[in-house]
């Protein structure tokens, strides 16, 4: 006998609970349907080469190895280095600007630690164009998780968008030549504060008065016109500086044209995502009551998607909602509980009464109704006892009165309320 | 610059593909949801000892092992290990009959093989019952089947079902003590034809007598009733055998009353599939124009789920498509390219139109219709190429006449016709 166990660090939810995860799936799904970002779907199981091919580091230590006689092969820990390999292989065949979306598993190795998942789902979207890409496509990501996260129905949300290049310009400014650094430390700001930033940038050598004026610049606050304003009215020439000025200001025009709510998006200036990948557009979406949670959504504008395995450049940007930390957060949140009801209903046979409980499920079925008569020897007891167990909206008892008179008696789970009601009517009610 | 390649063996398809691939996918979940099957999602990484639980053989070879330190963890090979180890591991919170779906990438790292996948989709559905589970459900999992591979519009097909308790029974009666072993030689029959069977049969030291009776059992033809008949006429008085027939006898029963077309299912003698885990009811399903690809959906009924995991007794009944083999059959078959096209529309705008293509889409998308805005800068022509090889049904070209008139020309990218509709007219197309 083999003790049956999960390996720790691996989500594996009740059937109850899944339900509520693939309801926020789906309607993710859907928005990237409809929003005709087209689906793509790569293996796990890459070639080691091709997942490491941005070079070592942390991600490295965390790519679980397949043992097999080559030890050429790993699982895949995210779906953006898949997608330059499917880009640069496919190109051929693509058409660009290219819109895909993916929603898959992808697997870490990290050491266990509460709410933090070895093999977990992201939802990505990218535009990827080929030696060009319009910034209208800055927005329409952002537009296409807005639509989604809208039709999750989580709480409410806010975008903070910022552009790399007003921050690299600001710093251009001032003279400072190691600006990646001075951003992969204002990118810390949530989590060591700003006294923190403030000694990092100083042990990396930059005078304290720029460090003022730096700290000075990322507080910058307001509504996102007077954030502009005050962008604008530094008077800065740097051409980079002014670019990414042009930019958000452009993002947030064409996000206006998608009619965003205004409340939902704002220019933090303190956003940079520690990467350098990230090159213009920058995005990081927080639960507005929840803040500390940290971003569940975020990403951005990159120059050249494939630059390690093609000479071809291809610019996109992209977004993806980290969903099974997302579920985790919601869950801790207590803010999933009420969606575990199912929009369905149990047949209940009397005794002898199978056959016509199994044709009302069969025409309930074929009226698009989620439905199942519940058929094994039991009494009426265990058999509602089943109904209250599988969280459905409502039970239809089938026996003889029902069948002469061909009503049903109808039971709402939730209040115990029954009423007896043609098929009609069931049906009326239940879609 | 690293090579960008994929490994063999998997499957990985262009988004026009991948497009057809989710089709099929979808029906099939739609109709498990439909059918009140529940979702589950086990992690694609297992303990080693947990996916090997049933004893070595060809599966603990295939098996994608994980090198980590501990080299005790691999990739699951089916989602039925994973289902009896979720059953035995949860089974105070499960409600019985618990009957659930799940549809996930399994792995076998098997030689590469033309139309063979080391990673491929299964779509699961099983019902499980605690200490019992009635017949009912036998007939439940095919009809359940049976509607997803009609949402599917695939070819037609068939359900060929028989119940091992009938050939068991039969043997006994010849008083043939190995009837695993005959069974497991009946089941080569499609492969070996039947000389091969009887050779085989021969081998393993079955008398020719009782040899030619089994082969005229297993060739008993007609319609279900014809079979029926000619099975009660054998006037065999062993118990399983007439368990068995009783059995088969209510499962069709039950179909009919799920109004199920008796073209879509018949008796098959021949059919033991291989495996000793099943005790009753067993099924395959065949394109009935394309036999020769072999079983496209599998599955029958087993005593005990989880018996390597649990003391407890969990008899089930279940079946499985193999999507990932039977998508690429289909498109071999040259039976999918017309699912391509996209059913949305392409919103073209003349230069300096762009924020009125965006409003529409987003009129559009609101109104649920799948759609986009083409926002490069390009000549219309280029614009027009990136329609057709979107493969989408419609194109709408914005300029100053739709805005002053508000009609939109709606083009027809197959016939390449071109309509004036106002945005009424053209939701009434569209949905």
Do not use: H, W
């Not at 958000?248 to 220019?267: A, G, H, S, W």
């Amino acid at each position: 006998m083999i003790n049956p166990s999960t390996l720790a660090g691996m989500m594996e939810l009740l059937p109850e609970d899944q339900i509520v995860f693939e309801k926020f799936k789906n309607s993710i799904e859907k928005t990237f349907v409809n929003n005709m970002f087209l689906p793509i779907d790569t293996p796990a199981i890459e070639k080691l080469d091709v997942l490491l091919s941005k070079g070592g580091g942390e991600t490295s230590k965390q790519v679980y190895r397949i043992d097999n006689s080559k030890k050429d092969q790993g699982l895949r820990f995210d779906l953006t280095v898949p997608l330059a390999k499917y880009v640069s292989l496919y190109n051929q065949d693509l058409n660009f600007p290219f819109r895909r979306y993916q929603i898959g598993k992808v697997y870490r190795g990290e050491r266990n630690q509460k709410g933090r998942y070895k093999e977990f789902y992201q939802c990505d979207i990218d535009i990827i164009g080929k030696d060009n890409l319009s910034l209208y496509n800055d927005a329409e990501v952002i537009k296409c998780m807005y639509d989604a996260l809208k039709k999750m129905e989580i709480p409410e949300f806010q975008f903070q968008i910022n552009n790399r290049k007003i921050l690299s310009g600001f710093l251009k400014s001032l003279e400072i030549s190691d600006g990646e650094s001075v951003l992969r430390n204002i990118d810390k700001l949530d989590k060591i504060g700003l006294d923190g930033v403030k000694e990092e940038l100083s042990k990396i050598g930059i005078d304290s008065s720029s460090i003022d004026k730096i700290v000075d610049f990322i507080k910058i606050d307001g509504s996102n016109q007077e954030i502009i304003s005050s962008l604008e009215d530094f008077g800065i020439s740097d051409d980079l500086f002014n670019q990414g000025l042009d930019e958000i200001k452009f993002v947030l025009e064409v996000l206006k044209t998608y009619k965003i709510d205004e409340d939902n998006i704002k220019i933090n200036l303190s956003i940079t995502r520690g990467l350098d990948y990230y090159t213009g557009t920058v995005v990081e979406t927080f639960l507005v009551d929840y803040k500390y949670i940290g971003s569940i959504c975020s990403g951005g504008r990159y120059e050249n998607l494939a630059e390690n395995f093609s000479k071809s450049k291809y610019p996109g940007v992209g977004l993806s909602i980290g969903l099974t930390r997302l579920y985790y957060l919601l869950q801790e949140l207590s803010l999933v509980a009420d969606r575990k009801l199912i929009n369905g209903v149990l047949v209940i046979p009397m005794d002898g009464f199978e056959s016509y409980a199994i044709a009302l499920v069969e025409k309930l079925r074929k009226d698009n109704v989620r439905s199942m008569a519940y058929l094994e020897k039991a009494k009426l007891k265990k058999k509602f006892n089943f109904a209250d167990k599988l969280s459905v909206k409502y039970a239809i008892i089938v026996g003889e009165d029902e069948i002469k008179t061909q009503e049903f008696s109808l039971r709402d789970m939730l209040t115990g309320e029954q009423e007896k009601l043609s098929y009609e009517k069931i049906l009326e009610k239940l879609i």
